[in-house]
């Protein structure tokens, strides 16, 4: 079924726009990446009708990528029900992504390179979903890590993007660090890192060892989909253009953590204990994202933080064992939020690069379409049913009810929280008096259609992809009673955050001022972001670094060693120099000498020989 | 009468040799060192070896130590000045020597058989004839050799002591 | 008489016909030296072209007696290690005439005749199946690195050149008696001769013998590895060498080390080797670790590379005293791929000291503005070498590390801190050098890669990719190889016992 | 008794050895310093004359001999280099002639 | 002993060099006034002959191989390699000293003549037999280089160094002479063999006896080797002799007292070889270390070169310590490559040094390499082989004579000795870094080129250093086919 079709188009993107792009006109670059991956989501569409109903995973071997004695990797690429989610919603959100780009980025320098480092990234997902074993799985994850970097950096010269980019790289090499001790592991334990192999010995494995295969998997998922406590990275990610923010840091990559989670379910279900606390990670850093949220004013850093708390939602979802839930809203997730972020994409390119919402206001009368479909998205993400948000949130909210009651009463007032503080962006952007200079102007409709076809998709793709009746038949399928008051009190939390956020930013502005400096220290902490940064600054990067140049360079190499070293060296010259005083050139005491010396072998040969005797 | 013989002339040869060392002033070393000579000529004669005892008066206590006097004269070397020092020698000279003497003097008389003892005559292999005949047929080599000696002696004579080098 | 004579020996007659090149046309010296050393590298092509990848044994075996008494012979084979590793000193040298090719203006002939005895030397190492001829070819390799480094090195040339010198000698002295010692023995240099007799037990060390022997031949081999704690010479060497002089210098002088290691510890001395093996896997972990840390905070681009390199290396080490076949495979991939990754590095570092005249990374910034092109070679030099998957390192070290981890897991976790810490170091100084606004010096000089740069560069990116995405045109011969070495590690030394030994004195640690 | 023991020719020997060495170690004047190695070579003589009684032989005798022509050319030679060294530092004390050292 | 009143034609065959030597000599000495008319080189030309015809004598009388004159010489391969040895050295003196004396304009047929003597001596050295030709022979060579030490007699520096040669030698062989008389008196003969047989045979004298006079004679000839802890006088006598004087003194006097040292301790004391042994290891290591460290500090080139030549003098004795006849063999031809090597540095340092030597410093060498290429190149295959690098003559000596070393199970003093080569190595590399990696100063400035002579000089060590460093098999077999002596 040429599945190596999907990634390589874009890939060829890729090249053609990296290697010639600069000579390329602008039409030219457009239909290359556009193109490419457009023509790549035509491909799975029709992969996927002609592979039927996907209840068995559908193999295809290409080459032998790594072989070492009994061990081999192959190149090998797998499509079942769970991947087919994961394909359409990276090459559709994918293009449509790559359509806004044209219109937004057309101003920008750099346009081929962009357009390049876009393609790649979309050649390292697929390539992600689609493999067929871990180290694959690897590859593209460390793929999509690297075009992040380049995209979040990709104002190479402002300092602070490049900072943000090195960030991201690095911290995803702290998860990726786990992730690869998983795979030893495993290697260890299975011989091989074919899913099949593995996910078959599985049961057969003794726990701890399952255990700490999914600890790690989930440290490299904690990396990747910016959990506690490695999600720093993402919030900093926004220094890249928008599309990327929604492309890479929204819909797509920061999910892989979720779907590698999920794809792992059977090492997981092994391991209830690693599931747990996934699930605890996963609620805590909804919670406190969200929290962090309440305080954001740049229109981007918030629905960043948004969605470090939606990722904490999916993994509650698959740490409580729903793991069609979490994917379920990954998907919506995906909608609503790439949605959210193309939207601020557009206001912000409408205020000509303004972010600061305390410089916005009003905007619903200037740049209407925007406004509207962005509403559609706040609505879903805040959980109004029948807006796709409700679905996916709703399902793990359930699961986790039955798995631990408290987790769904956190998650219950996370998602509060969440309403609030999307609706207190959207009434700071769009209501109220205009705060800003800039004069406002709607994006080209090569921006708002892919707006539209999203906002199209967060109203109505809860109830038409109804995920976890499509899964069914991959993951344990857990019964879970429908609880009608536990979906009343969540929609219900929602519905009062947006109310809150009404009263508090739109009925009495200036009410949430009040309520800040009475709280003072508070709002500080949390419009700080509980001043997380610093502390790794100061707990890890600094002693890491000083250490490393005043103790290990300066004291242990050059001090140390090398002092060792040359101090040989001045001592077998002082040993010389001691030596040379021998040589007093008074001939007398020369004879001195071998008189001295002529005794010591006397001496010497008389004891040596009596002893002969 | 051998015994007084050898007690008197060795410790004349002694005494010269200590004479030799303690005389600041060269004249009287050489000739206290001839005195040596000469007793240990009388020493040869002891033993038996008449031509080299001979030799002994002749070569050393004759020409040689004439040939230093020589020199001494014609440097009109004075009593030497007691500049300059050896730290080494002054602080281990004297106990090196005694060392040095002492394993010479105890290992010789210890390890040496000491049945065998001098009187005079009592070997006389030593004669002018004896000499010559070994001279000329058992170490011919050595002696041609030894006038490659002279010849450099000579030679370096005249390097060294020549006006000038043309 | 056999094609392996042509590539060992094309070098030698090039360096004399460079000695007769006039002074007065340094042209001539340089052009010279391209084509004989691309001639060598077709030559070395046409090795690879008739090598039997099937066969694990030595291949193209010349044997010509060369000093009657002791019996010395003229021993020379290719394996499906040291294959590589002259396919790597054949493509570097033609990449180094083109980088010094502008850099080098005084006593040009002098420097290209080094450049070409260098090729011979090295090349003589990977080749000699003779003890002494290894040795031999050891210390021939010293003396033009030596004169490289301390002609046309920079300011503190002389030190390094004498530290390297030194350095290297006091190591080799020992590994010359011990390999006397082994004569003594054996009464043969002959090395397969050597192997056979300890096989079939003619020829056995009792275990203190072993222990010492083992030693000095280990001590001559980490010093130029570098293993911790004996790096220190490396900095200095690379920093004050000439951009060649180091590529030359981290790409494969540094292998005859861990290749000495490989082909000759651990088959004669076992036991020995299998007893050392917690310590020295140990120093090499704090070598990897060690060596990214200091090179993190180094002001100084090329001491930054040489410190990456003493880390890469250890990467090296551990896999080769894991003992597994995946440990001494990763291993081996890891030199070639160390080779190619750090000799793009120190080339383009050289590009860019050309165009500044600094190694400050302070002097540089907003490189990527004025050179893109050098910027992305650089780029996917840096991705290289931090270990990116579909490029060369991350095969190898993800080789050496599952290796490692079949031996004992606790030393792959705290290896793996390497990965991590890679990234930091080589990000950062990337950050450093070409993001950021380009300052007017950069502006005006640090202009992009023109056509002889270029011709440098890109083979070297090729091999990247290629050893990255289908490592399988180049680990099988490796695989075959290195089973017969671990075969012969396990001559008279019961596999099991030692490596649980082994894993409980680590544990015990 | 009418007879001496043998060693005591070798301890005279050794004693007059001893104090030739004595000799060039202190004395300072050149002349002296040489001649003292000149006393050495007579004990020496004498150790080999001794031996030849002992032997009864007439080889040490001829050793003596060969002892004196060399004596005779060392005596030739050393005191033209005293003379070379005396023209150059006009001095016979042997400690100056120390400019070369360490 | 054997008395033969007339001897054999044949005998005089086997002393054919030292007749031709000594001939060419006199004849020199006669023909000064009608020479020194002509050509002030006709000397050099002429004693050039005299040492290529006694080469072919000494070759030749190794074909009459045998003892002459009784079993005063025994004529071996052991006896020719070191004639040849000391020939060869005595031509490579030759061959700088043109330049040299023409420098100091003191061209004079006695210097040559002296050179002639003095080698003759040593080729008596070579082939004695007998404890009073040995005598004769060392007398014959030292007095000859008293002479030639002090040969530039308006110079102070060259007059002090043969004075303190003289004196401290003639000292030395005075205890040396103590010793054979001691030999003598133990044993009744003085012929190395029969002193052999005296001592293994009955009624042997008791070993301390043999042993008192083994130590007595070890003093002087480890001065003449300048072993340690005799190696004092070393250092002063070669930076004040004339360079090329200098050079031969550190190769041709040493390979001869080496000679007779193995023809000695090899042939004569071999039976008490385990009571001498921990003596020559002692000597051994403390010639290479006191060599080897001291030379770190020195500044003068000549200086550091005697340093350096009392440390391979403690390789030799290495060798020596190895008591078989492998490590016979090695000492000889470790002493064969460190003649060409040595010489060949010697020669280099008397192209630099000018007129009245100013330049002796190793800083004079700055940038030699800019200014004449050839010399430095030669210089360098010089300095390494050492330094002991492979392919050189050097190290091929070394390899042997650890070899033997290791084969006598000597394991520390072969790691102590390959150690303190590696120390060696700075101070050698400090002259090719004066060459190579440093501009020209003055003394490299006005060098003047290269005459023939030294073109000569310079050429014939660098090819024997590296023949030897790359087919050392001809020699080495021929050392050990000679290297059993006559027991």
Not at chain 1, 180 to 206: E, H, N, R, W, Y
Not at chain 1, 416 to 422: E, N, Q, S
Not at chain 5, 121 to 137: K, P, R, T, Y
Request: with cysteine.
């Amino acid at each position: 079924m040429q599945l190596w079709l999907i990634p390589i188009l874009p890939l060829a993107g890729f090249l053609i726009n990296g290697l010639f792009g600069r000579r390329f006109s602008k039409t030219a670059i457009d239909a290359v990446a556009v193109g490419s991956v457009v023509l790549s989501f035509a491909w799975v569409l029709k992969t996927i009708f002609g592979l039927g109903d996907l209840n068995t995973a559908h193999t295809e071997h290409y080459f032998t990528w790594i072989q070492s004695g009994a061990f081999s990797v192959n190149c090998d690429f797998a499509i079942d029900r769970l991947t087919v989610i994961m394909l359409l919603v990276v090459t559709g959100i994918g293009s449509l992504i790559h359509i806004y780009s044209v219109g937004y980025m057309a101003h920008e320098g750099g346009y081929y390179r962009f357009f390049a480092y876009l393609n790649l990234f979309m050649f390292f997902m697929l390539v992600l979903v689609l493999a067929a074993n871990y180290l694959v799985l690897f590859v593209g994850w460390e793929g999509v890590g690297l075009c992040s970097y380049l995209l979040i950096g990709f104002y190479f010269d402002k300092k602070f993007a490049t900072n943000a980019g090195n960030k991201a790289f690095i911290v995803n090499r702290i998860g990726d660090f786990g992730f690869s001790l998983a795979i030893f592991m495993m290697v260890k334990q299975f011989g091989s890192l074919d899913f099949g192999t593995v996910f078959q010995q599985a049961a057969g494995a003794p726990e701890n060892v399952l255990f700490w295969i999914g600890i790690l998997l989930m440290v490299g998922a904690c990396g990747k989909s910016a959990q506690l406590p490695l999600y720093v990275w993402l919030p900093d990610a926004m220094a890249g253009p928008t599309p990327v923010s929604a492309l890479i840091h929204a819909a797509t990559m920061v999910t892989a953590g979720v779907y590698m989670t999920a794809r792992s379910w059977v090492i997981y279900t092994h391991a209830p204990a690693a599931m747990d606390i996934i699930a605890y990670i996963g609620i805590a850093t909804a919670f406190f994202a969200a929290t962090i949220g309440l305080a954001q004013n740049d229109i981007k850093k918030v629905f960043a933080y948004s969605t470090v708390s939606q990722l904490g939602y999916m993994f509650v979802g698959v740490g409580v064992g729903a793991f069609s839930a979490g994917i379920y809203h990954l998907m919506t997730h995906a909608f609503f939020k790439a949605l959210l972020f193309l939207g601020s994409g557009s206001v912000i390119h409408a205020l000509s690069g303004e972010q600061d919402m305390r410089n916005m206001g009003g905007l619903r009368k200037y740049i209407k379409w925007t406004f509207l479909t962005m509403m559609c998205a706040a609505v879903a993400i805040s959980g109004v049913p029948p807006f796709a948000g409700f679905f996916s949130k709703d399902a793990i909210l359930l699961a986790a009810y039955h798995h631990a009651p408290w987790i769904y009463w956190l998650g219950t007032i996370t998602a509060g929280l969440t309403a609030f503080y999307v609706f207190r962006a959207m009434f700071m952007t769009f209501f109220g008096e205009y705060r800003g200079h800039e004069h406002p102007h709607e994006s080209p409709p090569v921006m708002l259609i892919p707006l539209v076809i999203l906002a199209l998709l967060s109203v109505a793709g809860g109830f038409l992809f109804k995920v976890p009746e499509f899964l069914g038949t991959i993951f344990p399928a857990m019964e879970v009673p429908e609880d009608m008051t536990l979906m009343v009190i969540s929609t219900a939390a929602g519905l009062l955050g947006i109310l809150i956020a009404y009263v508090m930013y739109v009925a009495k502005p200036g009410m949430a001022d009040s309520l800040a400096s009475s709280v003072r220290w508070l709002y500080t902490v949390v419009y700080n972001k509980y001043f997380v940064d610093e502390i790794y600054d100061a707990t890890i990067v600094k002693p890491v670094v000083n250490g490393s140049r005043a103790v290990l360079w300066k004291g242990v190499d050059a001090g140390l060693i090398d002092g060792a070293v040359n101090g040989i060296g001045a001592r077998a010259r002082n040993v010389g120099s001691v030596l040379r005083l021998l040589q007093s050139g008074n001939i007398r005491s020369y004879a001195g000498w071998i008189l001295f010396g002529s005794v010591l072998v006397i001496v010497a040969m008389v004891a040596v020989t009596g002893g002969v005797r | 009468m051998d015994v007084i013989l050898f007690l008197v002339f060795a410790t004349i040869a002694v005494l010269c040799a200590i004479n030799v060392v303690v005389q600041s002033h060269p004249i009287s070393s050489a000739v206290s060192l001839v005195g040596v000579m000469g007793s240990l000529a009388i020493l040869y004669l002891l033993l038996g070896a008449e031509f080299i005892a001979a030799a002994q008066v002749i070569v050393y206590a004759g020409a040689v130590m004439v040939l230093f006097v020589f020199v001494i004269m014609l440097l009109n070397a004075g009593a030497e000045s007691r500049r300059g020092r050896s730290f080494m020698v002054s602080l281990l000279g004297v106990p090196l020597l005694m060392a040095f003497l002492g394993l010479l003097a105890y290992y010789v008389q210890r390890l040496f058989r000491q049945d065998v003892t001098v009187h005079f005559g009592g070997f006389t292999g030593g004669t002018a004839r004896d000499i010559g005949r070994a001279l000329f047929t058992t170490y011919l080599l050595p002696f041609e050799a030894t006038s490659i000696l002279i010849l450099i002696a000579i030679l370096g004579a005249i390097v060294l002591a020549r006006k000038e080098l043309d | 008489m056999n094609l392996l004579v042509v590539v060992l020996f094309l070098p030698l007659a090039g360096f004399l016909i460079a000695l007769l090149v006039p002074r007065s046309s340094p042209q001539g010296s340089r052009v010279w030296a391209l084509a004989l050393s691309l001639a060598t590298f077709v030559a070395s092509l046409g090795l690879l072209y008739w090598f039997d990848r099937n066969s694990a044994g030595e291949q193209f075996t010349i044997d010509w007696p060369w000093i009657a008494a002791p019996e010395i012979h003229f021993t020379i084979s290719a394996n499906g290690v040291s294959l590589w590793l002259i396919l790597l000193s054949t493509l570097l040298t033609p990449i180094c005439v083109l980088i010094s090719w502008r850099s080098i203006q005084n006593r040009v002939k002098e420097f290209y005749a080094f450049l070409i005895l260098l090729e011979f030397g090295l090349i003589g190492v990977f080749l000699a199946q003779d003890l002494f001829l290894f040795y031999v070819f050891w210390e021939v390799s010293l003396v033009p690195m030596y004169f490289l480094i301390g002609i046309w090195g920079h300011e503190r040339r002389i030190y390094a050149a004498v530290k390297f010198f030194l350095y290297t000698m006091a190591g080799s002295v020992l590994m010359l008696a011990a390999i006397i010692y082994l004569y003594v023995r054996a009464q043969t240099f002959n090395y397969p001769a050597i192997l056979d007799m300890l096989s079939s037990g003619r020829l056995s060390f009792d275990r203190g013998e072993q222990l010492l022997l083992f030693l000095a031949f280990f001590l001559a081999f980490a010093i130029k590895v570098p293993l911790f704690p004996l790096h220190t010479w490396l900095p200095d060497a690379h920093v004050e060498a000439p951009s060649a002089g180091s590529v030359m210098l981290a790409s494969v002088m540094l292998k005859m080390g861990t290749y000495g290691i490989l082909h000759f510890c651990l088959p004669l001395f076992p036991s020995a080797a299998r007893t050392c093996a917690p310590w020295i896997a140990v120093l090499a972990i704090i070598g990897i670790i060690y060596g990214a840390l200091v090179a993190m905070v180094q002001p100084n681009m090329k001491k930054l590379v040489a410190y990456s390199s003493v880390s890469h290396l250890g990467f090296v080490v551990l896999g080769i005293f894991s003992f597994t076949q995946m440990g001494l495979d990763g291993a081996v991939y890891q030199m070639l791929n160390h080779g190619i990754s750090t000799g793009a590095l120190f080339a383009i570092v050289g590009l860019l000291y050309e165009r500044r005249h600094s190694l400050e990374i302070a002097d540089y910034g907003g490189v990527a503005t004025t050179a893109p092109w050098l910027a992305t070679t650089f780029l996917i030099t840096t991705l290289a070498s931090i270990g990116l998957p579909l490029l060369n390192n991350f095969v190898g070290e993800f080789l050496v590390l599952q290796g490692t981890a079949l031996a004992n897991y606790t030393w792959t976790v705290y290896a793996s801190l390497g990965v991590i810490l890679s990234a930091c170091y080589m990000l950062w100084l990337y950050q450093r050098v070409f993001y950021g606004e380009a300052s007017e010096e950069v502006r005006h000089h640090v202009f992009d890669l023109n056509l002889r740069e270029w011709a440098a560069v890109v083979p070297l990116i090729v091999m990247m990719v290629w050893m990255g995405v289908y490592s399988q045109s180049f680990l099988p011969p490796v695989s075959r190889n290195t089973a017969r070495i671990l075969e012969q590690t396990q001559v008279n030394v019961p596999f099991r016992v030692e490596l649980k030994r082994g894993a409980e004195v680590s544990r015990a640690r | 008794m009418n007879a001496v023991p043998i060693s005591w020719f070798l301890i005279l020997s050794a004693v007059l050895f001893s104090l030739g060495v004595a000799g060039f170690l202190f004395r300072r004047n050149i002349i002296t310093v040489f001649m003292s190695i000149e006393l050495m070579l007579n004990a020496v003589n004498l150790s080999f004359v001794t031996f030849s009684y002992q032997l009864k032989q007439v080889n040490g005798h001829l050793f003596t001999f060969f002892v004196m022509v060399v004596a005779a050319a060392e005596a030739a030679v050393g005191l033209a280099i005293i003379l070379t060294v005396y023209k150059n530092r006009s001095t016979l004390n042997i400690d100056d002639v120390n400019s070369m050292k360490n | 002993m054997p008395v033969n009143l007339i001897f054999h034609p044949t005998d005089l065959i086997r002393i054919l060099p030292e007749i031709i030597l000594t001939v060419m000599g006199t004849l020199l000495m006669v023909l000064d006034p009608v020479l020194h008319r002509r050509s002030s080189n006709a000397f050099g030309h002429l004693s050039l002959a005299a040492l290529l015809a006694a080469l072919g004598g000494a070759i030749y009388a190794c074909t009459q191989a045998g003892p002459a004159f009784g079993d005063m010489l025994i004529v071996d391969g052991f006896a020719t390699f070191f004639r040849v040895l000391v020939i060869v050295v005595g031509i490579l003196t030759i061959l700088p000293s043109y330049r040299f004396l023409a420098r100091q304009d003191a061209e004079t047929s006695e210097y040559h003549a002296l050179l002639l003597f003095s080698i003759a001596g040593q080729c008596l050295m070579s082939a004695a037999n007998e404890l009073i030709v040995i005598f004769i022979g060392l007398e014959i060579s030292s007095i000859a280089s008293y002479v030639l030490a002090g040969y530039l007699r308006d110079d102070k520096r060259a007059n002090e160094a043969a004075l303190k040669y003289f004196l401290l030698g003639s000292f030395a062989t005075a205890f040396f002479l103590y010793g054979v008389a001691l030999i003598y008196g133990s044993t009744g003969t003085i012929t190395l063999t029969e002193v052999r047989a005296a001592i293994t045979g009955q009624n042997a004298p008791s070993p301390v006896f043999v042993g008192l006079a083994a130590a007595l004679m070890f003093v002087g000839l480890g001065f003449k080797v300048s072993a340690a802890p005799f190696q004092i006088w070393a250092p002063d006598v070669y930076q004040g002799a004339p360079t090329p004087v200098t050079a031969f003194l550190s190769a041709g006097p040493k390979a001869a007292a080496f000679a007779i040292f193995l023809r000695i301790f090899m042939t004569a004391f071999e039976p008490i070889g385990a009571g001498w042994e921990p003596l020559v290891w002692i000597s051994a290591l403390l010639s290479m270390t006191i060599g080897n460290f001291a030379a770190l500090q020195q500044t003068n080139v000549k200086r550091m070169l005697a340093y350096s030549s009392i440390a391979h003098a403690g390789y030799v004795m290495v060798a020596l310590t190895a008591r078989s006849d492998g490590g016979t063999a090695a000492a000889m031809f470790y002493l064969a490559a460190y003649a060409f090597m040595n010489m060949g540095a010697f020669a280099v340092v008397s192209h630099l040094s000018g007129r009245g030597e100013r330049y002796q410093s190793i800083d004079d060498f700055a940038g030699l390499a800019q200014k004449q290429p050839m010399t430095a190149a030669m210089l360098t295959i010089f300095m390494l082989s050492l330094i002991g690098v492979p392919l050189t003559g050097g190290f091929f000596g070394k390899f042997y004579i650890f070899r033997a070393a290791l084969e006598s199970h000597l394991v520390w003093l072969t790691v102590l000795g390959l150690l303190n080569s590696a120390v060696a190595a700075y101070y050698y590399l400090r002259i090719l870094v004066m060459m190579y990696m440093h501009e020209p100063g003055e003394a490299t400035a006005g060098v003047e080129p290269l005459s023939l002579g030294l073109r000569a000089a310079l050429v014939l060590p660098a090819l024997g250093t590296l023949f030897l460093g790359i087919f050392p098999t001809w020699i080495l077999n021929f050392a050990t086919r000679s290297s059993v002596l006559a027991k």
